[in-house]
């Protein structure tokens, strides 16, 4: 790679990372969140526009939406830390001082909001649990998402849909994050295919998946043994906090259905 190619390249995931940064820099702030905060604590790594083919600027807004939920989760480590202190000084010297710092891979992070893809059941594939006309639907006012598992639910959806010229009563809106998305602007064709692609979803797992995943203790029924989830970590890593969870709470089995 010759040298103006890769200074090019430095220059262009620098820029997205900023964009990230400005992003999640807005919303602390509409917050009502202390300034610098993000600044300090806040390590990004990847670029965001690279990480996965698509014409949208989805690797920014997985690393971004991730970074603050990482962000709120500082603040309440670092609040933990800084029992005692003014209540009235929410982000002072002392939480910003307590406060891990958070890092978030964009790679990681995509792979995280399709994480449920990537799970494996005592080293098996489950089988895809959602009904075919399961989805999010774009609408003349927004989105709307349906659920169809349940027959009685799939029944209603298509009645409604056909008599009513709409979907049923489950608007769900989607239309703000929707607009944030379309707010980031599009990709040059050029560039859209320029980034990864999602890993196969198969078993045993690529090794990427393998590498970001860890196995969690599922507790079932008395009677019935421990399964085993494996499932991809968190995108967000708090410095010097560890992830001591390791099993999960409940059950795999469904509700059953209840007829209305």
């Known amino acids: ?21 400005a992003s999640v820099q807005q919303l602390w702030k509409h917050l009502g969140l202390k300034d610098g905060f993000v600044e300090k604590k ?18 920014q807004l997985a690393q971004a939406s991730t970074a603050l939920v990482g962000l709120a989760a500082s603040v309440f480590h670092g609040r933990r830390k800084s029992a005692g202190d003014a209540e009235d000084d929410r982000l002072g010297e002392r ?5 891990p710092e958070v890092k978030v891979d964009a790679r990681h992070a995509v792979l995280c909001f399709a994480s449920e893809a990537y799970n494996l059941v005592d080293g098996e594939l489950p089988r895809d649990i959602w009904d075919d006309l399961a989805g999010l639907y774009a609408t003349k006012d927004g989105h709307v998402r349906i659920h169809t598992n349940f027959p009685h639910h799939r029944q209603a ?12 009563e489950v608007r769900v809106s989607l239309a703000g994050v929707g607009q944030w998305l379309r707010d980031m602007g599009q990709l040059g064709a050029e560039d859209a295919f320029k980034g990864e692609t999602m890993p196969a979803r198969q078993a045993p797992m690529v090794e990427e998946v393998s590498n970001l995943s860890r ?15 494996t499932a991809l970590k968190s995108a967000i890593c708090l410095d010097n906090v560890p992830d001591i969870v390791a099993e999960v709470p409940g059950s795999l089995k469904c509700d059953s259905i209840k007829w209305l």
Not at 9 to 17: A, D, F, I, K, L
Not at 157 to 166: I, N, Q, V, W
């Open 1 to 21: 790679m010759s040298c103006v190619k890769r200074k090019r390249q430095v220059g262009n995931e620098q820029m997205s990372r900023t964009a990230v940064l």
């Open 42 to 59: 806040l390590v990004l790594s990847g670029d965001p526009d690279k990480v996965v083919q698509s014409s949208f600027r989805v690797g």
């Open 95 to 99: 939480l910003l001082e307590n406060a």
């Open 157 to 168: 959806a298509l009645y409604k849909t056909t008599t009513e010229g709409g979907s049923w």
């Open 215 to 229: 196995n969690y203790v599922v507790r079932n029924p008395a009677g019935k043994s421990p399964r085993t989830l």
